[in-house]
């Protein structure tokens, strides 16, 4: 009897360890800031470790090889000498590309406002019905958003669910007079990625990102020419994309990580298809337009 009760909770415990999403690397660091004590600096860095690793950020099951692998280099600019700190964090999130050893990045981003109150020792804790601190609430937004893209690029639309948690995550904490929460707060911040990814207006690249990983990516290893029809297909879909609205946070995010894999991928058309994919390409995301014309 005493084996089958060791069993099951072994059994359990076995679930539990595999249903988280993340595989968060993190990274905290203060070039400028001599007055910290780095073992303090790497206590805090273990915290925010654990906070995005042993935490459900949704109802799923991932196994040890299904969890995102993410990145969160947090640099800290100035420190209060008590509990306040002033901080950027550049974050990243990939996805593995079927049958093969390459990862495609589907997030990455720079959030100048993360800027957030910690005491050492002070337990980590989330709640998506009220603000506890700015610190958990960030690191709640931004995994549930990196679940909503990596389930977009499994799934058409599947993501939703993930950026609504966001965006609850985000309505309470707007209370708390943080920056960065607020539309007028600025024009590339939480609030206005939220707001495009669940803008009906940015749901063709939203679309593209599904068509794009897995009837693209996921199938150049098995079938190059069905892969590049793929390929060619979702960009084509791109060109729903309101033109004016593609200078928003959303779309400048999303090229900005993917230019030189679109680039290097479309590269491998042929003649025809290459030089009208690249063309497009440069009209839809004029910032990186060099990168498409090196290799029409």
């Known amino acids: 009897m005493k084996k089958v009760i060791l069993l099951i909770l072994f059994s359990l415990f076995i679930s539990e360890s595999h249903a988280q999403e993340l595989n968060a690397r993190v990274q905290l660091l203060a070039p400028t800031v001599s007055n910290l004590n780095p073992n303090n600096l790497a206590m805090l860095q273990e915290v925010i470790r654990n906070f995005l690793?042993?935490?459900?950020?949704?109802?799923?099951?991932?196994?040890?090889?299904?969890?995102?692998?993410?990145?969160?280099?947090?640099?800290?600019?100035?420190?209060?000498?008590?509990?306040g700190y002033q901080a950027e964090a550049q974050i990243q999130s990939s996805r593995p590309v079927f049958g093969s050893t390459y990862s495609s990045t589907v997030l990455n981003l720079t959030d100048r406002d993360f800027n957030f109150n910690y005491t050492e020792g002070q337990p980590l804790d989330f709640s998506d019905q009220n603000f506890i601190n700015n610190l958990s609430s960030i690191l709640g937004y931004y995994a549930f958003t990196i679940v909503g893209l990596d389930k977009d690029s499994f799934a058409q639309m599947a993501g939703t669910p993930y950026f609504v948690k966001a965006q609850q995550t985000m309505n309470i904490a707007q209370t708390s007079g943080n920056t960065g929460w607020k539309a007028a707060?600025?024009?590339?911040?939480?609030?206005?990625?939220n707001e495009n990814l669940l803008n009906t207006n940015y749901q063709p690249l939203r679309a593209f990102i599904y068509a794009y990983h897995l009837q693209g990516l996921d199938q150049l290893s098995k079938d190059q020419a069905t892969a590049a029809r793929n390929l060619y297909r979702s960009l084509a879909e791109l060109s729903t994309l309101n033109r004016q609205r593609l200078g928003a946070y959303f779309p400048n995010i999303f090229f900005s990580g993917k230019s030189e894999e679109l680039a290097n991928i479309y590269s491998g058309l042929n003649a025809s298809q290459r030089r009208s994919a690249l063309e497009l390409l440069a009209t839809i995301d004029p910032a990186n337009a060099s990168k498409y014309e090196s290799v029409k």
């Open 53 to 83: 690793n042993n935490n459900k950020w949704s109802t799923g099951t991932y196994l040890p090889q299904e969890r995102i692998d993410c990145n969160f280099v947090i640099t800290i600019r100035a420190w209060d000498g008590n509990s």
């Open 185 to 193: 707060d600025g024009l590339r911040n939480r609030y206005w990625l």
